[in-house]
């Protein structure tokens, strides 16, 4: 039996290119294997990829690196179709089906629409088919400009709109820290979060990845938004050998932030 019947797991930049500039298929391989392992028993999981650009820098080569959004756009276009086949390789290893749910911010904020993508959801999940989802980057200038936040924020949304036991947040981090480990060799890791309110700004520090979005602070307000729902919200180094399993069976991994 598994311990979270719906979970969503929000894989950043960072996992799945091992903090490199191009996708890691042997961390991807790890997801996979987990999420299929969790089906298995029982389970229900929506994937939240990022991975997009990365793939489609990859793709492109050395004309990779150009800040302006349409050049993100269109690093996104090339990209997607790379990353979601590499997935469909992936998943089928494991007897199991796969659906790209590209989304938007109007998407999720306007109730119809947001309906629309809800029965969607649920009629791919009663099949066994596993949902993947991602920003819609190639035509949401807002999103590609951080509305999202590297998909940390639409986990989060999502996560309400499905009514999801769990929101995994795999990132590069151990989870929140007592102080930035880049500064201060001292800092630990905070186990448990009860009262978002009570985080000292002092603590969620800059964010410093030039190949992803976000950043800690995204990620607590992904946190707010998921526990408000009445989902357990966990933030953990998304490269840990089988996370997802640990974190189903309870094992203490990352930082826990309790639903409100």
């Not at 929506?46 to 050049?71: M, Q």
């Not at 807002?142 to 936040?149: A, H, K, M, P, R």
């Amino acid at each position: 039996m598994v311990r979270y019947k719906r979970l969503v797991v929000k894989a950043g930049t960072t996992v799945l290119t091992n903090g490199t500039r191009k996708l890691d298929e042997t961390i991807m391989d790890g997801l996979v294997k987990q999420i299929a392992l969790l089906h298995e028993n029982g389970a229900e999981i929506l994937l939240v990829t990022s991975g997009a650009i990365a793939a489609g820098r990859e793709s492109l080569g050395g004309i990779g690196d150009l800040p302006d959004v349409h050049h993100r756009q269109v690093l996104a276009a090339v990209g997607q179709n790379h990353l979601m086949n590499t997935y469909t390789d992936l998943f089928e290893k494991h007897g199991l089906g796969i659906a790209q749910v590209l989304l938007t911010r109007d998407d999720l904020h306007d109730s119809q629409r947001s309906k629309f993508v809800l029965d969607t959801l649920e009629t791919l999940l009663k099949r066994g088919i596993v949902p993947i989802v991602n920003e819609n980057d190639v035509v949401a200038i807002d999103e590609i400009g951080d509305v999202f936040g590297d998909n940390d924020m639409l986990s989060a949304i999502l996560s309400s709109l499905v009514n999801a036991n769990l929101l995994a947040i795999l990132t590069d981090s151990d989870g929140l820290m007592t102080k930035d480990p880049r500064l201060d060799s001292s800092a630990k890791r905070v186990p448990v979060v009860k009262v978002i309110d009570n985080i000292s700004e002092s603590i969620i520090g800059e964010h410093h990845n030039p190949w992803s979005r976000g950043g800690m602070r995204t990620k607590i307000e992904a946190a707010r938004i998921a526990t408000r729902a009445g989902a357990t919200v966990i933030i953990c180094d998304g490269r840990v050998r089988d996370v997802i399993c640990k974190l189903d069976k309870g094992e203490d991994i990352g930082t826990i932030f309790v639903p409100s």
